[in-house]
């Protein structure tokens, strides 16, 4: 059994401030993770993905993420916010390729930022 | 270069009525997801398929039936519509190999009101 949790369903930032949105996890496996992105009235885009390789991982428009077995945890951050980034954004987990989950995610509850000027 | 097309887009239904919302994929992948997104619970898996002539149930499947005839396909019905099931209806797909490592790309959703 796998689940997600992400702390806080609002987020609001200044341009040009720090950008955290964190993601707990719980997987009876080793887990692949992803970050999505929901802009209004459009569907689930995909940020980044971890699988296993480098914990630390890099995706499109600036975001990155890190992978902590420890902590189990995967946090999104981008060290600039941008307008552009308001949109909704949602943690995901899926089993590990050793099983038999045919790629299916079990998602957070999401969490919408706001960026202010 | 299409991607995920859901069709249709808007809905509204009275109680009780039956739809099929359609989903098509141009990227030959074998798995093909349906979700429903309600606010605050995230996406939650309707039912899925790993390939042509396959479903399966997912996490939240009462009151809905799929079918996948051709692979680029996956229908979803509801056959006799309840309000519970107003909500915004979104289809995913994916290739198969490695199970799990693969991202699913996201159809624009369909918003369907039951009243």
């Known amino acids: 059994a796998q689940s997600v949790t992400q702390l806080g369903s609002h987020v609001s930032v200044s341009e040009g401030a720090l950008v955290l949105l964190r993601c707990n996890y719980s997987?009876?496996?080793?887990?692949?993770l992803f970050w999505y992105v929901q802009y209004p009235n459009q569907g689930l885009q995909l940020l980044l993905k971890?699988?296993?390789?480098?914990?630390l991982v890099k995706g499109i428009n600036g975001f990155e993420a890190e992978f902590k077995k420890s902590e189990t945890s995967f946090h999104l951050t981008k060290p600039s916010a941008h307008m552009s980034d308001a949109a909704e954004y949602f943690c995901?987990?899926?089993?590990?390729?050793?099983?038999?989950?045919?790629?299916?995610?079990?998602f957070g509850q999401g969490t919408i930022l706001t960026v202010h000027p | 270069n299409a991607g995920v097309t859901q069709t249709p887009k808007f809905r509204v239904l009275k109680t009780g009525q039956s739809m099929t919302l359609l989903c098509a994929q141009d990227?030959?992948?074998?798995?093909m997801y349906w979700y429903r997104q309600d606010p605050g619970m995230g996406l939650r898996l309707i039912h899925y398929?790993?390939?042509?002539?396959?479903?399966a149930k997912g996490e939240v499947p009462d009151g809905y039936n799929v079918s996948r005839l051709k692979k680029q396909n996956f229908l979803l019905g509801l056959e006799s519509a309840a309000p519970s099931q107003t909500s915004v209806y979104f289809c995913?797909?994916?290739?198969?190999?490695?199970?799990?490592?693969?991202?699913?790309?996201f159809g624009d959703g369909t918003r369907l009101s039951i009243l």
């Open positions: 995913a797909s994916s290739y198969s190999y490695d199970r799990g490592n693969q991202p699913q790309h």
């Open positions: 997987s009876s496996v080793p887990p692949y």
């Open positions: 971890y699988t296993s390789a480098a914990t």
């Open positions: 995901a987990v899926s089993a590990h390729a050793g099983g038999t989950s045919y790629g299916k995610l079990t």
């Open positions: 990227m030959n992948h074998e798995y």
């Open positions: 398929s790993v390939g042509e002539g396959t479903t």
